[in-house]
């Protein structure tokens, strides 16, 4: 089992930046990707960014690209931390942010794909 916990959320103005992080406990050598998705109120949750352990692959969704900087920190560690830096925030980035975590390397905005979830961070946008 991996345990997925978020925290970073809360309000922002509007264009300015904040930055999600995400600790995964467990068996965290189980998890070849981890991933940033999201749901904001009367919608279907999103993909938004994923990173690799084993490569330097990182994949966007095309709404965030540019804006957004998904990280990670070393995979030495038992737990295992990624972050999620959010640039340039406008009114569309307000909902509730998930960590995801999979067994596969190979990145996916596909959500059956991972196995854990965390309970979510939100991220409300002031104008």
């Known amino acids: 089992q991996v345990r997925l916990v978020e925290s970073g959320g809360g309000l922002v103005q509007l264009g300015d930046s904040l930055t999600l992080s995400c600790i995964a406990s467990?068996?965290?050598?189980?998890?070849?990707?981890m991933g940033w998705f999201r749901q904001a109120p009367g919608k279907e949750r999103e993909f938004v960014a994923a990173?690799?352990?084993?490569?330097?692959?990182?994949?966007?969704?095309d709404s965030v690209k540019g804006r957004f900087t998904i990280s990670k920190g070393t995979q030495d560690n038992p737990d295992r931390a990624i972050w999620l830096q959010m640039d340039r925030v406008n009114t569309d980035d307000a909902a509730v942010y998930y960590c995801?975590?999979?067994?596969?390397?190979?990145?996916?905005?596909?959500?059956?794909?991972?196995?854990?979830w965390g309970q979510g961070t939100q991220v409300t946008v002031s104008s």
């Open positions: 995801a975590a999979a067994g596969s390397i190979y990145l996916t905005a596909w959500g059956p794909n991972y196995d854990y």
């Open positions: 467990g068996r965290t050598d189980s998890t070849g990707s």
């Open positions: 990173i690799s352990w084993g490569t330097k692959n990182t994949f966007y969704a």
